[in-house]
């Protein structure tokens, strides 16, 4: 890496010192920073999908330091989270993303019993969104009960997770039937991957395709790329089935001809030259996923591709201020929905960018592994 990854650390560790209690001064979950305060998620409260990066960045955070701060803010919000257990009605197959990070983080990290058991809980919750004509339900509507979508990569963790704690193989069986449907349905000859797939809920068939978060519809949203890249990733480093390495080697590729002059990241890579559309949660989700898959495949370029994204981000979007909260700008959660957040700081963006920096110093805890 040309920036010295220590240093960057260092500075954002200083930086959440100064930051994370003021969530806390609110009793707030984060969903992105602006000026000097945190904002909440604009949907659905602390059920949005997102809630579970804030407490997973600090135990990240912890993970690195050892500091009871973040530990202390990462269980405070832990607590927001299980209470959504029990309102369920909003929960989605986004449990992965969110109980993986928060109570399985917990779990991993000081072993406490009553995080492996709500995360257990979450894991079943997921596991129950299963259709056995093949794929795990995306969302709630009752106009998508066969929409299956590549995000869900990345919540087989959770599942792989159980089995492994739990030593029934339902978990998995589950986890390996949707990773072999998106290998089916999802990947394109181009080695890109489709955002969201319709299914015949009663067959299992794949009926359509959807436009999604990316510009249009057949176009390569570029998060959407980086979640089949790091999912098939972790779905091999939790299965040891060579057909997943091959397809986040695929991805991957995909997205190394992709990435910007730069450094960093458009929103979809099949968008028009203007209006730029930066997508910086791509870029470091994107660089996590390659150094992952630089160390499952023992090649160099991967390596050298997700410090090329870091480099990027860290000298452009980088603010490490300590008056300001959050870290990266430029994030975009969607083309064309400007509600969530366009060009802004993001709390998952922030995540994958401490995750990525923890890997190229050997300080990852690997929360989405189960050992
Ligand atoms: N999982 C939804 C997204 O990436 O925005």
């Known amino acids: 890496m040309r920036n010295n990854a220590s240093e960057i650390l260092n500075r954002i560790v200083e930086k959440a ?3 994370a209690p003021l969530a806390a001064r609110e009793g707030m979950l984060p969903y992105g920073g602006e000026g000097g305060r945190w904002r909440p998620s604009p949907f659905d409260g602390n059920s949005w999908w997102t809630g579970g990066f804030w407490p997973g960045a600090m135990w990240l955070l912890y993970a690195a330091t050892g500091e009871c701060l973040f530990m202390d803010e990462a269980r405070r919000t832990e607590a927001l989270l299980t209470a959504e257990l029990r309102a369920f009605k909003l929960l989605n197959h986004d449990v992965g993303f969110m109980y993986l990070l928060s109570c399985g983080a917990d779990f991993k990290l000081t072993g406490d019993a009553q995080a492996e058991t709500d995360c257990l809980h ?4 997921l596991m129950g969104r299963f259709n056995p004509a093949g794929f795990i339900r995306a969302w709630n509507e009752v106009d998508r009960v066969g929409y299956a979508i590549i995000d869900c990569m990345m919540n ?3 599942l792989f997770w159980a089995s492994r704690r739990t030593g029934d193989p339902r978990f998995d069986h589950v986890a390996r039937i949707h990773a072999d449907t998106t290998l089916r349905h999802f990947m394109r000859p181009d080695g890109s991957v489709s955002h969201i797939v319709e299914f015949d809920p009663q067959t299992g068939a794949p009926l359509r395709e959807h436009a999604g978060q990316g510009y249009a519809l057949g176009t390569a ?4 790329q980086a979640w089949g890249l790091y999912g098939f990733a972790l779905a091999f480093a939790c299965t040891g089935d060579g057909r997943y390495l091959e397809a986040s080697r695929r991805v991957a590729d ?3 001809a992709h990435i910007r002059p730069d450094g960093l990241t458009d929103c979809d890579f099949m968008q028009p030259a203007l209006p730029e559309r930066i997508d910086n949660i791509a870029g470091a989700c994107g660089a996590s996923g390659l150094l992952t898959l630089a160390e499952l495949t023992g090649e160099a370029r991967y390596r050298e591709a997700g410090e090329r994204l870091l480099d990027g981000m860290i000298e452009r979007c980088c603010d490490l201020s300590p008056g300001r909260c959050g870290l990266l700008t430029h994030c975009t959660a969607s083309y064309h929905d400007d509600a969530a957040g366009v060009h802004t700081n993001i709390v998952y963006g922030d995540f994958f960018l401490i995750e990525a920096l923890l890997k ?12």
Not at 122 to 125: K, V
Not at 221 to 224: A, F, I, L, Y
Not at 360 to 371: F, G, I
């Open 17 to 19: 010192r100064a930051t």
């Open 122 to 125: 979450a894991a079943s919750l």
């Open 156 to 158: 087989l963790s959770l």
């Open 221 to 224: 949203w570029s998060r959407g």
């Open 254 to 256: 995909f997205f190394i």
């Open 360 to 371: 190229v110093l050997n300080k990852n805890p690997n929360l989405w592994r189960p050992n």
